[in-house]
């Protein structure tokens, strides 16, 4: 590939800021300084540094986002701001969250380009973990646990796939769980306990398959570390 669009894509710049750096000499292949942005390079043998560090190249970017509540899940919208706003400083293509958060829901959202990744997490038939924590208006008890695990009508076609929900308190104000399924249709967790005559009062998302929360604050992202990828990639 062309060396300009390899440093732009590895985020260097872009390609007229890549050019300006190139000409400067502050890039080298194989140890040599390279100065002719069209220079052919192979991402997979060839060493290229810049500023004497070498580039670690991908084609794909992997973040973990904590979203807060008020960002719509969506790369554009002309009302409210998206969580695309959120990850600064890349300038990947096609970055896209993986599946979607309502609006007032927090926590883990994925956002990647790998495009074939994000289609496999998203496919029905691979039933991806997903953990929320929730605070519900009312008191929740063995019989929401035994219902969620049977499945219940939400008003699809079909009931929910069993869930595991772990009463964490329980009080009539207002409850505290967590709740697992292993599906992702619209609005699920708010339908499920509607079914149950229950209103979610709020959800936040604490981990999707090998990706958990953590202690990432609210409105930060980071990338994936290398394992997270791997285990992704497996699921
Ligand atoms: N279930 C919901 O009801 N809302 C979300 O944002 C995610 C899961």
Do not use: W
Request: aromatic letters at 6%; glycine letters at 6%.
């Amino acid at each position: 590939m062309r060396l300009d669009k390899f440093l732009a894509d590895a985020g260097i710049g872009t390609r007229s800021e890549v050019k300006a750096k190139l000409k400067k000499g502050l890039v080298t292949v194989n140890g040599l300084p390279v100065s002719r942005p069209e220079t052919q390079i192979n991402p997979d043998t060839d060493t290229v540094c810049f500023n004497n560090d070498a580039i670690n190249y991908s084609k794909y970017e992997y973040y973990i986002l904590h979203k807060p509540a008020g960002y719509v899940t969506a790369t554009k919208d002309n009302i409210f701001p998206t969580v695309m706003e959120l990850i600064k400083g890349s300038t990947a293509k096609n970055l896209a969250p993986v599946g979607r958060l309502d609006k007032d829901t927090e926590g883990l959202l994925l956002i990647t380009n790998d495009g074939e990744l994000a289609h496999n997490l998203l496919s029905p038939k691979k039933h991806v973990d997903k953990t929320y924590f929730a605070i519900i208006n009312t008191a929740v008890n063995e019989s929401d646990v035994e219902a969620f695990e049977h499945g219940v009508d939400i008003g699809d076609d079909r009931l929910t796939l069993p869930a595991r929900l772990e009463i964490i308190s329980s009080a009539a104000e207002n409850s505290e769980i967590n709740l697992t399924i292993h599906e992702g249709r619209f609005h699920q967790v708010k339908r499920m306990f509607h079914a149950r005559g229950k209103d979610v009062i709020y959800l936040k998302r604490i981990s999707m398959g090998a990706l958990s929360l953590g202690e990432l604050p609210k409105g930060e992202f980071r990338s994936l570390t290398e394992e997270e990828i791997q285990l992704l990639k497996k699921a």
